[in-house]
């Protein structure tokens, strides 16, 4: 089991960024890939982004595509998040999420990369509140 620890959350108004971060313990980290969720009030939990191990493979959710960007430092064990030009509908707790089984983002229905079913691993998550 990898422990997984977000930080960077907080309140915001809309139109300005945050960077959030998740700082994984073990070296199983280097050899997994990454996924970003977050899960607002009353919803289910949701796909933002996710990242290969090697970092050379994003995807991203329609919804924040072009607005975030997902990375990571091997040699830190840590992955960010980095959000600009925030909405108030971006408010959630975000969760970072690992991988265990492929260091590739797999696209095979049904565990893709967009299924928290595929992740193994979650961090215990950061607020974010965008206001207007």
């Known amino acids: 089991q990898v422990a997984l620890v977000e930080s960077g959350g907080g309140l915001v108004q809309a139109g300005d960024s945050l960077r959030l971060a998740c700082a994984a313990s073990?070296?199983?980290?280097?050899?997994?890939?990454m996924g970003w969720f977050r899960q607002a009030p009353g919803q289910e939990r949701e796909f933002v982004a996710a990242?290969?191990?090697?970092?050379?493979?994003?995807e991203y959710a329609e919804s924040v595509k072009g607005r975030f960007t997902i990375s990571r430092d091997n040699a830190q064990n840590t992955a960010y998040l980095q959000m600009n030009s925030l909405k108030p509908e971006d408010t959630a707790v975000y969760y970072c999420?690992?991988?265990?089984?492929?260091?590739?983002?797999?696209?095979?229905?049904?565990?893709?990369?967009?299924?928290?079913?595929?992740?193994?691993?979650w961090g215990q998550g950061t607020q974010v509140t965008v206001s207007s």
């Open positions: 073990g070296r199983a980290f280097t050899n997994c890939a």
């Open positions: 999420a690992l991988d265990r089984t492929y260091s590739g983002l797999v696209y095979s229905y049904p565990l893709t990369y967009k299924n928290p079913r595929s992740y193994e691993d």
């Open positions: 990242i290969s191990s090697s970092g050379a493979s994003t």
